[in-house]
């Protein structure tokens, strides 16, 4: 791994703030950021950019997992938080909200198939929880089932139906009859598992991201949607990162044909300024919501701030040209991308559908190499955590062909910047 060049040595300020954070916050994240030799304090954002605390700019395609998909500090996201906070505050979660009932008309309107109601939270691994708590309740099953690899968040259900490296340090795995995984992209495993006709749902990311986003193959989402109808499971879509336009599509899973019986979305919903996330159930699914008007209940989750908020975003992804222009840039970088790799063969592989991205490098460390390099010609962009060949590379939505230039020059500038550092390792080695 490289060792921290002096451009990524702490000004005194960033590092005062970095002791105050190991001290009082998280030393161990503190520390896993300086031992890889990058360690960004977020200072001023706009648009595609945020500078670190020592005054670098960079080009944001981390976008905290598609948070900050229409940009940092979008002015129109500004405009409505500031409209917002003039009138609502988060509201009382007891009572019926205009904002919510509103947004929640919107989902219903703008998600695939019969998805119709809508319980809110504020993050994306509480719907996840919600939506794990639904096909439960509406199967009588209690097993959930996921892909190896997937991450669907960090609270109790959703951490056990993900990874179960993540869940086994809390001790919170298992038990193995109520959560199961299959290889991604496997269709005779999902059959196999599905068979016992124990699952109460598959929960599936579009596109999993922390695995590196590889590409659901042909048919694969698709026939797992078939499977889950044979043997009477729920299809759950965590669309928290690829969904809310990042295919060019509303949600990636209209891309694959697949009508899910609950959607999950977070993330992007909050325009990058006030919490706000969502699992939205098929009425199929919903008796409970008419059984038990407190069956879930969440002080913060589906506030009227963050719903007028989420209210605006959903209306930008309306707007014409808007999942358009994801398309064409996704074109615009595919063509820099493959060029790239004619020229770099460290860069084996180009994943992409719309603007969700994965750049796999011919090193088993090739993504937090490229982090750190990335850093150094300006861009932001963090590995997959499941896979760490891959750097995520996923640019806002609203990015025109000059952004596209310069993000493909960065990106140039960190291969050399990675491939002179680390040598014949960077080749494979
Ligand atoms: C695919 C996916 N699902 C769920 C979550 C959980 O969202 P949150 O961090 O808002 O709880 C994440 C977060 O990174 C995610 O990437």
């Known amino acids: ?9 702490p000004s005194p300020e960033k590092q005062a703030i970095l002791d105050l954070a190991a001290r009082y916050v998280c030393p161990g994240r503190v520390n896993a ?26 080009f944001d395609v981390h976008i905290n997992g598609g948070t900050f998909s229409l940009g940092h500090r979008n002015p129109e996201i500004v ?21 919510r009932a509103r947004l929640a008309e919107t989902l219903a309107r703008l998600t695939p198939g019969d998805l119709h109601y809508t319980v809110f939270a504020a993050s994306g691994s509480e719907a996840s929880d919600i939506a794990i708590k639904t096909a439960r309740r509406a199967t009588g099953r209690r097993k959930i089932l996921s892909i190896v690899g997937s991450y669907l968040g960090h609270t109790g259900l959703c951490l056990a139906a993900g990874d179960v490296k993540n869940a086994r340090y809390f001790l919170s ?38 695995l590196g986003f590889p590409m659901p193959e ?44 609950i959607l999950v979305t977070g993330k992007g919903l909050s325009g990058g300024m006030y919490p706000i996330s969502a699992a939205v159930l098929s009425a199929r699914v919903s008796d409970w919501l008419s059984e038990n008007g407190w069956g879930h209940i969440s002080t ?58 994965g750049l796999k490098f011919d090193h088993k460390l090739g993504g937090p190499m490229m982090t750190v390099a990335c850093y150094e010609a300006g861009i932001w962009a963090f590995f997959a955590g499941f896979d760490q060949s891959v750097l995520q590379f996923k640019p806002g939505i609203l990015i025109d062909r ?18 002179a550092r680390n040598g014949p390792a960077s080749r494979g080695a």
């Open 218 to 261: 042909a048919g694969y989402l698709a026939g797992v949607k078939s499977l889950c109808e044979e043997f009477d499971s729920l299809y759950v879509a965590d669309e928290v990162q690829t969904g809310l336009g990042r295919t060019g599509r509303m949600w990636a899973v209209d891309g694959y044909g697949v009508e899910p019986d």
């Open 173 to 210: 795995d298992g038990p193995e009859a109520e959560f199961a995984q299959v290889p991604f992209n496997d269709l005779d495993a999902m059959r196999r598992a599905l068979s016992r006709r124990d699952v109460a749902a598959v929960i599936l990311e579009t596109i999993p991201a922390t």
């Open 33 to 58: 950021f300086k031992l890889l030799g990058t360690q960004p304090v977020m200072g001023e954002r706009e648009g595609h950019y945020f500078c670190d605390l020592d005054g670098r700019q960079l």
């Open 300 to 357: 913060f989750g589906g506030s009227e701030i963050g719903c007028h908020v989420a209210l605006k975003v959903m209306e930008i992804l309306e707007r014409p040209g808007v999942l358009e222009n994801v398309g064409a840039m996704s074109e615009v970088l595919g063509e820099g991308l493959h060029e790239l790799q004619r020229r770099y063969p460290f860069l084996v592989d180009v994943r992409r559908n719309g603007l969700v991205m």
């Open 402 to 419: 000059r952004d596209c230039d310069e993000l493909l020059s960065r990106l140039e500038k960190a291969i050399r910047i990675c491939v």
């Open 79 to 99: 405009a409505a938080l500031r409209e917002a906070v003039d009138f609502y505050d988060v509201g009382n979660h007891h009572f019926v909200s205009e904002p």
């Open 1 to 9: 791994m490289a060792e921290a060049s002096d451009l990524q040595r």
